[in-house]
T-cell receptor
Framework: AQSVAQPEDQVNVAEGNPLTVKCTYS??????LFWYVQYPNRGLQFLLK??????LVKGSYGFEAEFNKSQTSFHLKKPSALVSDSALYFC????????????FGKGNQVVVIP | NAGVTQTPKFQVLKTGQSMTLQCAQDMNHNSMYWYRQDPGMGLRLIYYSASEGTTDKGEVPNGYNVSRLNKREFSLRLESAAPSQTSVYFC???????????FGQGTRLTVV
């Protein structure tokens, strides 16, 4: 079954600095990869996805992510963090072969320091 | 456009009581999911339904049952609630594996 690892519990970054949130995955075959964000007391909101094609994908609010097949990684990045980016970020994976089982990581709390 | 609607938003149960969490989506999605969210544990899949008429166990199915009533609705039942089931429960839906999932606002369940 597919799984996701998000190795850091919390990421602290100064406002204006680059932000990176790490994700590695395990799946049989080719993956579909997603990033979601959760603000306090809210459901999850979709940020971006990798399906196929260009390894660098761009999403909402200036976020992007790079798919690396050899390292089985899909790290989320933002060139210049904002205080409003402080939230919980989840990486998720499902497989091409179509059982649609969507597995999430444990999440990373991002704290952007003014 | 309501998206994914979960009821109730909050619930307190006594140990041993039963209840059903309701979820409905109005996007004509094929797949639906139930997750629980616990601090430090992320989102763990309880059950999912890849399409109408099918259900499958996720990572943590024990103590739960589900029903895919029709394409719109996917309910989660706790037959005999335990304190370990205190959590925030999220329902989600998606159309296909390569499309994003949409989430409900969650149900905060406390079992005392």
């Amino acid at each position: 079954a597919q799984s996701v690892a998000q190795p850091e519990d919390q990421v602290n970054v100064a406002e204006g600095n680059p932000l990176t949130v790490k994700c590695t995955y395990s799946v049989s075959g080719n993956p579909y990869l997603f990033w979601y964000v959760q603000y306090p007391n809210r459901g999850l909101q979709f940020l971006l996805k990798y399906i196929t094609g260009d390894n660098l994908v761009k999403g909402s609010y200036g976020f992007e992510a790079e798919f690396n097949k050899s390292q089985t990684s899909f790290h989320l990045k933002k060139p210049s963090a904002l205080v409003s980016d402080s939230a919980l970020y989840f990486c998720a994976v499902t497989a091409w072969y179509g059982n649609n089982r969507l597995a999430f990581g444990k999440g990373n709390q991002v704290v952007v320091i003014p | 456009n309501a998206g994914v609607t979960q009821t109730p938003k909050f619930q307190v149960l006594k140990t041993g009581q039963s209840m059903t969490l309701q979820c409905a989506q109005d996007m004509n999605h094929n797949s639906m999911y139930w997750y629980r969210q616990d601090p430090g544990m992320g989102l763990r899949l309880i059950y999912y339904s890849a399409s109408e008429g099918t259900t499958d166990k996720g990572e943590v199915p024990n103590g739960y049952n589900v029903s895919r009533l029709n394409k719109r609705e996917f309910s989660l039942r706790l037959e005999s609630a335990a304190p370990s089931q205190t959590s925030v429960y999220f329902c989600a839906s998606s159309n296909r594996g390569d499309t994003e999932a949409f989430f409900g606002q969650g149900t905060r369940l406390t079992v005392v």
